[in-house]
């Protein structure tokens, strides 16, 4: 079920425990407060406690938990096409090495506009059922100017957080001719993707992008007014991370592979590692021990990296189950990297917690604690999703 909460008041009562991810409010570091009730007015939440009959609607949650919306904050999630034989394929031992990018380009470069859009409105409906309330969305299956415009065009009435990535990966029609691409990509791509983006990111890794080329993306993104974001250490170790602290990126996403100067680094910046366990899980990538990072002291989220090629999923429970199986991490951590995590990862302070002031985006599960999230994997324990993407995604 979607609740629409733009306007009007909704108190969400007999809360069995609730996370609030403010220590100041609760229990432990998620600040969990059992029995409670929220109320969310006009899309904000105000108070937390007893709920009282002042709202317009009211949810009894039954006793279940409470925690604030996922925050995913790496998405591609406009395409066409289909890539399941490259998975079947690795599941049979063959290697992922990004090249596959070139498949979706062409199958998203001959599929109509509004055809795009339909497909995102029911992947933005799956990530909804499955509790996702922001949503960032890449651009970077266009791969020329026409159709990373059209990409951001079909993202942006969708979501705030919309990221630039033209530099994904070399077009076949540039074989040879990186560099002149990326003085594309800096250029007239950058001048038409402007206006419908927030965010420029770059694929920094051999077979896609170097340092260098990605440095003159970032940079010239920064002067277009662009936020910062960054792919690196996917595929194997490399410059990416102290290339996206150099630059002061919000966030280095994959992560997978990290040297102890890439730890380091992270920790002594307030670039976000961004973790992608299901991409790590589809293409048999080993898991990054998030243990070093988290312990090193650098601020950590975990995201969905919903694409057909690397991880075809919205399901930010199945994300939490795997880092606490295979990457270290405790459930408590989990829920916070893909919550304020996220939030941290997209700079932004508003979303990712249920505190007075925040934005009202919520989960009910069917359980009593968030630690069934990664205790039950694979069940659809999302009972309710309360926030603004059920808007656009019926
Ligand atoms: O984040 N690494 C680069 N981009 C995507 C994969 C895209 C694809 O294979 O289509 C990722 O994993």
Redesign the pocket.
Known sequence: MTVHNNSGSLAIDNIGSLITNDEALGRGPLGIIEHASVVITDGVVEAIGPAGAIADTRIDAEGACVLPGFVDS?T?LVFAGD?SSEFVARMAGEP?D?G??RV?TDATRNTPTSELDTLLRLRLAEAHQAGTTTIEIKS??GLNVADEVRSLEVASPYTDETTFLGA?LLPAEYEGRADDYISLVCGEMLAGATPHAKWVDA?C?TG?FDADQCRAVLEAGSEAGLGLRL?GN?LGTGPGVQLAVECGCASV??CTHLTDADIEALAGSDTVATF?PA?DFSTRQPYPDARRVIDAGATVAIAS?C?????YTTSMSFCIALAVRDMNMTIDEAIQAVTVGGAAALRRDDIGKLVPGSAGHAVILDAPTHHHLAYRPGVPLIRQTIGPLGDFAG
Do not use: M, V
Not at 307 to 311: D, K, L, Q, Y
């Open positions: 790496h591609h890539r992922y990004g596959g990018i979706t970077g299956y994904h694929f890794e896609a792919h996917q996403d994959h992608l991409a990296n694409n057909p090629g690397s991880s």
